[in-house]
């Protein structure tokens, strides 16, 4: 890794080398990690202390597997060269930013309250017909995430597509002023973290800090069918560029024919110098909104040279990632896999999703967290939406769910939606194989705190 070597790293992160007589400071380290189940020879090791685990304990073990030092906050006698902090989160994070400081590849950004994700998926699916990429694996997009993304960047590597995901005030500018994207991305803003972003105009204010911190000459592309985003004005040397249904937007959709949960076809349209090429792509994830996220991936990977039809394949041989929209077909049941996140804009998508299948439609919705003191209507909203919607079986689970299940029965006017509450997924777990029934389009989406992944294991097994 360019300069990451003991000396260098001391340097950058403020912190004191010890134990290193014998080491050769000047050699370059091969991977940095805070998991020592990850450590390989020649690696750095952060040691960071949990809730539950303190990885000072594991130092010791990391040498015994060839590791060129470690960070910690605290003295010991550990067998290999190590650099003593005042905290080890913060070093960490000195470290990515030492290390973008030396790297010459381009940087993708991409943020949003929903569908970053996917966004970022079909982003990094279509460069990789031409670059070899590097992309947020998992959850990795937050203050601890998103610098081991940082570091994970390889030699081999020509370009990162690299998710943010915030919560407070104050965390955009810390993961921007690290990562310095050349390109910025922002699917939407929506009603998510509320609980400290107060609402929508808060959540537009931090999530663009990102621009504050971008290449000047880089590409802003924002989505043009959000209210809030339109209203973003040139804050660099280049105006942002908008994608979205609309055709107001210079990278637009037009024809789109849902194909059920196998995706949609639809017509591209690009507007350059008073032109509108148009191209026919298959978009192969489920749900119109996935329309508009393969159209920020055209619309990137056009900035980085690639032709359309490299596009266009590319776009096509995108896959979902567990948990985010992801159908799996059982066998028995068509499970749709949205459960690692949750809030109102992103549940209403994903029933929207759910409608587009062909069989029985079944909603398995759960606790939505860090919605503010709105909590309640929100969730309420969410049952009056799946009880204006074409739900065939709502099953609701959790203490906050108890208000999607009675804002559906508000809505229900007909009483033609077979209704379920639970309390928590286990009673849940004990009776959906009576609720069930074969072929059935599934729904699970809930809060990753919910573990509703437990329910997609059941039901894939079955």
Known sequence: MKDLSLKNIAAAIGGQLKNAQNADCNKEAQGVDIDSRKIEKDYIFIATKGEKVDGHSFVNDVAKKGALGAIVETDGDYELPYIVVDNSFDALKKLAAFYRSRLNIPIIGVTGSVGKTSTKEFIAGT???????????????????????????????????????????????????????????????????????????????????????????????????????????????????????????????????????????????IKKNDTELRYEVKVPLPGRHMVSNALAAWAVAEEFGLTPDEIIKGISEVKATAGRSNIIDTGKYIVIDDCYNANPVSMKAAVDLLMSANSRKVAILGDMFELGENTGQLHYSVGEYCGQSDVDVLVAIGELAKNIYDGATEKDINSSILKYYFENKEQALEELSDILKEKDSVLIKASNGMKFNVIVNKLSNQ
């Open 127 to 269: 460069l990789s017909a031409k670059y070899k990429v590097l992309k947020t694996f998992g959850n990795h997009n937050n203050e601890v995430g998103m610098p081991l993304t940082l570091l994970s960047i390889k030699e081999e590597h020509e370009i990162a597509v690299v998710e943010m995901g915030i919560s407070d005030f104050g965390e955009m500018e810390r993961l921007a002023s690290i990562s310095k994207p050349d390109a910025c991305v922002i699917t939407n803003i929506g009603q998510c973290h509320l609980e400290k972003l107060i609402d929508r105009d808060g959540v537009l204010s931090a999530k663009t800090k990102m621009l504050d911190y971008m290449n000047p000459d880089g590409l802003t592309l924002l989505n043009g069918d959000d209210d809030k985003l339109i209203t973003v004005k040139k804050n660099n040397n280049r105006e942002p560029k908008f994608f979205g249904i609309g055709e107001n937007n210079d990278y637009y959709a037009t024809d789109i024919e849902e194909k059920g949960l196998l995706g949609s076809e639809a017509v591209f349209v």
